[in-house]
């Protein structure tokens, strides 16, 4: 895989000229959306001065205005910026995914399938409404490997019966084989408890999580401060989970400042890292000649893809049956 330097240079030279393109496609539709939203909030500040004189703020039908404008202001920013975000994801992503590894696929429309998001067992929460984008498949080192965008959701009822959606992930969802065979199941989550409680609280507080497997205690002091392991076989769990393989979870962790889950299922690792937002979707407030902006898709990229290098799942550490 490219060094990051070398995609760096190659997201400057090698794309300037539809960097520079889309740039002029972004400053126009950023005035025209400057023009809308001085227009909307003109109209906005005058329907409160007068629902303010005659009926109060409050009123349900100015919240009703309130909500009107914020959806209304959603649909238009979609309907302006998603001809610029697939020219991005043609003009950019693909050819930047083709400069890491020419053995990837990339489908900016396409998802990778819920049965694979289900199956890491990560979250036990039941999915009613799952969607994606931004799908990469092919091999890497010889190691199959897919990912995408994903936004699952699940199904709520307020007190007055009526449906509220709930995000139960969203973020990049990746899947590879793994080298090492085993029969087990093991899920390394965040641990939230501990870093909130402390060990003893925390300790406690994860045991209670009838919902998984039994706890499973390992002997790195500063893996154990940042995840706990759920598994059905303690020994198997640490023979996935060597101290080799613990120090390049903690060290990729440190790389992302989203949280990061992990589980080993039917022979491979699914990989959730919840960005909380598609990590591949242009904005139209930010240059894209901007470094520190260019930078956030290319480190996206290239922490992703690294991850089967990063982790060595090309190492077979001990041979399948």
Known sequence: MKSLSELTDFYYKELYPSLEELEKTRTEILSQLKWYGGMGAVIFILTAIWMGKNFGLFH???????????????????????????????????????????????????????????????F???????????????????????????????????SKGRTQWQTLFRGLFLVAEFNKYFKSKTVVLPDLAEKTFGNLIGGWL??????????IQLDDPEF???????????????????????????????????????SFVHNHIH???????DLFEPTVFKSL???????????????????????KLNEKLWSKE
């Open 224 to 262: 154990e401060k940042q995840f706990v392991v759920y598994g059905n076989d303690p020994i198997e769990a640490r023979y996935i989970l060597s101290h080799s393989m613990m120090k390049r979870i903690v060290e990729f962790q440190k790389k992302i400042s989203y949280p990061l889950f992990i």
């Open 60 to 122: 349900p039908f100015m919240i009703a205005v309130a909500l009107s404008f914020i959806v209304l202001a959603s649909i238009t920013y979609r309907f302006m910026t998603q001809g610029y975000a697939k020219d991005f994801k043609a003009k950019i992503i693909t050819p930047l995914i083709g400069a890491i590894d020419s053995n990837l696929l990339y489908n900016p429309d396409f998802m990778i399938s819920q049965y694979l998001f289900e199956r890491s067992q990560l």
């Open 271 to 277: 990989i959730a890292i919840g960005a909380g937002k």
């Open 289 to 311: 000649l901007d470094y520190k902006h260019a930078m956030e898709y290319i480190n996206t990229l290239r922490y992703t893809i690294g991850l089967v290098e990063e982790l």
């Open 206 to 215: 994860q045991s209670l999580n009838i919902s998984r497997d039994k706890v």
């Open 124 to 158: 036990k929460h039941k999915v009613d409404r799952y969607s994606g984008n931004d799908y990469v498949k092919g091999s890497i080192d010889g190691v199959p490997v897919e990912f995408s965008d994903v936004h699952a959701e699940y199904q709520t009822k307020d």
